[in-house]
T-cell receptor, first 119, second 117 residues
Framework: AQKVTQAQTEISVVEKEDVTLDCVYE???????LFWYKQPPSGELVFLIR??????QNEISGRYSWNFQKSTSSFNFTITASQVVDSAVYFC????????????????FGQGTTLQVKP | GAVVSQHPSRVICKSGTSVKIECRSL??????MFWYRQFPKQSLMLMAT?????????EQGVEKDKFLINHASLTLSTLTVTSAHPEDSSFYIC?????????????FGPGTRLTVL
C-alpha cells in the first residue's frame, strides 16, 4: 500500500533561517509522481512541484529546493532564507498508480507539516 | 489557465438538511474530478473519484448514499451532503484532472467550508 509520512508535525523558525521539511514515501510502483503543496490559512492548496519517479535530479526554484532520493524513498523540501509569508501547512503527496503503468490520479497525502516563521 | 472553482466557499446549515457543493473547471475539460475532505488540523482524505458520465468510485468507509456525486459534464461535478449532521462539518476540496493530459496533474479548487449546526 502507498503511504506518505511527514514526521515533523510543526516547525518553528525565525525569519531568514533555512528549514527542511521531510517527506518519506512507500510504494511498490515503479512509476509514480510526488508532489508538494502549500496550504496557507485561507485553505486553498498551492501547487509547488511535481516530480516523476524517473527524474532524480534535484530542483531549485528561487528560495525553494527539493531533494529526491529514491534510495531512501525521500522527497525533502528546503526553504532557504525563510520569510513570514512562508508560514503555512505543507503537504507532500504521492500519486497512486493504476493498471498498465498508468496513474489513477488519486493523491495520497502526508499528514502535513505546519511551518511557522517568526519575524 | 487551469482554474477550478467551488461554490459556495462557505455554508452553514441546520442538521438534517442537504447541501450541494459545485466544482467547476473553468478553462479546461476534466473527465475525472476528485473530492477530498479535510478535518481541522488534519490531512486531506480522498472521498471519491468522480468520472464524467459514470458512477463515482468511493473510497472505503465513505457512505455513497450520504455523499452523492454527480459528474454530468466535462466541467462540472457536484457533491451533495444529504441529511447533514454536525460530524459532517469539514473543509471539502475538489480537484480536476485535465482530459487528455499525458502526465499526472490535478488542479485544486479553493475549498468549501461546511458547518452543520
Amino acid at each position: 500500500a502507498q503511504k506518505v509520512t511527514q514526521a515533523q508535525t510543526e516547525i518553528s523558525v525565525v525569519e531568514k533561517e533555512d528549514v527542511t521539511l521531510d517527506c518519506v514515501y512507500e510504494t511498490r510502483d515503479t512509476t509514480y509522481y510526488l508532489f508538494w503543496y502549500k496550504q496557507p490559512p485561507s485553505g486553498e492548496l498551492v501547487f509547488l512541484i511535481r516530480r516523476n519517479s524517473f527524474d532524480e535530479q534535484n530542483e531549485i526554484s528561487g528560495r525553494y529546493s527539493w531533494n529526491f532520493q529514491k534510495s531512501t524513498s525521500s522527497f525533502n523540501f528546503t526553504i532557504t532564507a525563510s520569510q513570514v509569508v512562508d508560514s503555512a501547512v505543507y503537504f507532500c503527496a504521492l500519486s497512486e498508480a493504476g493498471g498498465m503503468g498508468s496513474n489513477t490520479g488519486k493523491l495520497i497525502f502526508g499528514q502535513g507539516t505546519t511551518l511557522q516563521v517568526k519575524p | 489557465g487551469a482554474v477550478v472553482s467551488q461554490h459556495p466557499s462557505r455554508v452553514i446549515c441546520k442538521s438534517g438538511t442537504s447541501v450541494k457543493i459545485e466544482c467547476r473547471s473553468l478553462d479546461f475539460q476534466a473527465t475525472t474530478m476528485f473530492w477530498y475532505r479535510q478535518f481541522p488540523k488534519q490531512s486531506l482524505m480522498l472521498m471519491a473519484t468522480s468520472n464524467e458520465g459514470s458512477k463515482a468510485t468511493y473510497e472505503q468507509g465513505v457512505e455513497k448514499d450520504k455523499f452523492l456525486i454527480n459528474h454530468a459534464s466535462l466541467t462540472l461535478s457536484t457533491l451533495t451532503v444529504t441529511s447533514a449532521h454536525p460530524e459532517d462539518s469539514s473543509f471539502y476540496i475538489c480537484s480536476a484532472d485535465p482530459t487528455g493530459r499525458s502526465y499526472n496533474e490535478q488542479f485544486f479548487g479553493p475549498g468549501t467550508r461546511l458547518t452543520v449546526l
